[in-house]
């Protein structure tokens, strides 16, 4: 048997492959302006995957891809899995010191970038070593890049790579709590098992058009949405970008929608959004963020649905959802459900003892889904892991009597912002180093749009004269926008306990209404 994830993805396509597999909507108004269709998507990935394979790489070869959302994107995903390399997904937002890093610790063979981005990041990725460097752009617009032009000299059949269950498919980096960025090892055994328990967990049919309007570098919309989506040979209604307008256009059409926090606040603040247009929808799954009581609350009285709020990783994929089946349980707001089938997740205190039921203590997990480790970072990865094997999330849980699951924080000093991670650690290192700051503090307080937003409090060193909008602006030409400060304030001094460790909780509470609206 051929463990290759896209082997059991070829094997669900349809048996017309004639059939429309994508419609791709522009993201204002919802209007459809091209579709591809199942033979479309095996033979584009079959070519995309030959070129790969003429690259003579080694095995193992890392991908590394930061282009804007497109099905050209995904299509090169898939032919990565498809050709036995490990794909290596890069937010679009970064800049060129977190790109360096990533290129320097992976060192992919690799780079495939946007063509707006070429300047800049192909002498980084030479730099690093990296032998092939292509561009990637949407089939929509004239220049569609190197890659695809390289590709289309290619045959349109591949043979798909054999692949053992535990070889790597894709790196995903996830930021670490103190140094730099972590990438997690997941096997194409890790996203298959997790991708075919979600399908059947959640009920999905060749019938359904599951509306994908999330960013396609992590796990939501790269793994979850597009997995689900091939594994059932469903439809897909691709938006390159969320838009709410777009969004409710298209739901009457759709059965699946897929979001972060942010997307069901916006999706809410759009009066189109009516029960009427939500009359063909069965799911709407919500994760990657707390979902607020509030927000589960409006949805359910607007819409009629209630969502069903999930809880997964990038080191994990998907651990707990709430049920899908009303037989199974009620959804419940503000919980993230039960494990999901095959994947064991308990709550441990302190000292490493089973919680009891309603106890609070760290979240751990096992099963199938869970990755191998950190690449090359072995230490980093035993930290991470018991003695006997379960992977410790950092998110601070309970479980009640029924068996459902509750985040009620996190022992990661992280800041989850519209869905994106942000570690205070890493800002506050380049806070640190600008010129005339003595210390600094990151903390997220709560926002109406995001979630949390990102708040920066600095100390000036004496006699300096420090501009927090300058600062700002700095802060912006160095690293991803979704991780810079939306407002910085500079104070004489940081609030500090008696061990002289700086007391994040009250400046939490101090700027707790910065950008509620009551304010
Ligand atoms: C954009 N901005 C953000 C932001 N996104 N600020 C804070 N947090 C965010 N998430 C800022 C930009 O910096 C910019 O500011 C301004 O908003 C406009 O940028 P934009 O790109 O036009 O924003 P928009 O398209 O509106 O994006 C918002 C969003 C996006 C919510 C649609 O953030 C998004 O797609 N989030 C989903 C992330 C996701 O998929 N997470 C899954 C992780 S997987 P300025 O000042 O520069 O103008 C995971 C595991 C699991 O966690 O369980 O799923
Ligand atoms: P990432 O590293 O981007 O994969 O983010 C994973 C983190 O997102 C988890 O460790 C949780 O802290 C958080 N997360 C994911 N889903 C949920 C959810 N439904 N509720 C609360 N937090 C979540």
């Excluded at 003579?56 to 994107?73: D, I, M």
């Excluded at 030479?126 to 004239?142: E, I, K, M, P, Y």
């Excluded at 409090?457 to 300096?464: M, N, P, Q």
Aim: proline content about 4%.
């Amino acid at each position: 048997m051929n463990a290759n994830l896209f082997a059991a993805i070829a094997a669900a396509f349809p048996a017309d492959v004639s059939r429309v597999a994508i419609e791709i909507a522009d993201p204002a108004t919802g209007m459809l302006e091209r579709s591809v269709t199942w033979s479309e998507i095996e033979s584009r990935t079959a070519q995309i995957a030959n070129l790969l394979a003429s690259l003579n790489l080694e095995t193992g070869a890392r991908v590394a891809v930061q282009t804007e959302k497109s099905v050209e994107a995904l299509m090169l995903y898939l032919a990565v899995i498809r050709a036995g390399y490990v794909y290596l997904p890069l937010n679009t937002a970064y800049q060129s010191s977190e790109i360096e890093y990533f290129v320097g610790n992976a060192e992919p063979s690799v780079f495939v970038c946007a063509p707006k981005n070429f300047a800049w990041t192909e002498p980084i990725a030479r730099a690093n070593g990296v032998s092939h460097v292509f561009t990637l752009d949407d089939h929509s617009v004239a220049n569609t890049g190197t890659l695809l032009t390289a590709a289309s000299a290619h045959s349109s059949t591949h043979e798909i790579a054999q692949r053992a269950d535990d070889d790597l498919a894709a790196i995903l980096y996830t930021s670490g709590t103190t140094g730099r960025s972590k990438g997690a090892m997941l096997s194409h055994k890790n996203l298959r098992s997790n991708a075919q328990t979600l399908v059947s967990y959640w009920g999905w049919t060749a019938d359904d058009v599951l509306i994908h309007a999330l960013p396609i570098f992590h796990v939501h919309g790269l793994f979850v949405a597009s997995h689900c989506f091939l594994l059932a040979s469903a439809k897909l209604i691709w938006f390159s970008k969320f838009d709410q307008k777009g969004v409710v256009a298209q739901l009457k059409r759709a059965t699946v929608f897929m979001g972060v926090p942010t997307l069901y606040v916006r999706l809410l603040a759009e009066s189109s959004l009516t029960r009427e247009a939500c009359s063909n929808m069965r799911l709407f799954v919500a994760g990657s963020a707390p979902l607020l009581i509030e927000t589960f609350n409006a949805f359910r009285a607007r819409t009629g649905h209630t969502i069903l709020e999930r809880y997964g990783m990038s080191e994990t994929n998907m651990l707990c959802s709430n049920p899908y089946l009303a037989s199974d349980g009620e959804r419940r707001g503000g919980t993230v459900g039960f494990p999901l089938p095959e994947v064991g997740v308990r709550i441990t205190n302190d000292e490493g003892k089973r919680c009891a039921v309603d106890d609070i203590g760290g979240i751990e997990v096992r099963g199938p889904n869970v990755f191998s480790g950190y690449w090359r970072m072995p230490e980093k990865t035993k930290e991470e892991f018991t003695a006997d094997g379960w992977f410790k999330t950092g998110d601070v849980g309970k479980c009640d009597s029924r068996g459902y699951f509750t985040i009620v924080g996190r022992s990661k000093d992280l800041i989850i912002s519209g869905g994106y991670n942000v570690y205070p650690a890493e800002i506050e290192s380049y806070l640190n180093e600008m010129a005339g700051v003595a210390e600094s503090a990151v903390v997220g307080v709560p926002h109406p749009d995001f979630g949390e937003a990102v708040v920066a409090v600095i100390v000036g060193k004496s006699e300096a004269v420090l501009d927090s909008g300058a600062m700002i602006s700095a802060l912006k030409s160095q690293i991803a926008n979704f991780k810079v400060p939306k407002q910085l304030f500079v104070v004489n001094e940081l609030p500090r306990n008696a061990m002289g460790k700086v007391q994040k909780n009250l400046l939490r509470e101090q700027h707790r209404a910065l950008f509620t609206r009551d304010t």
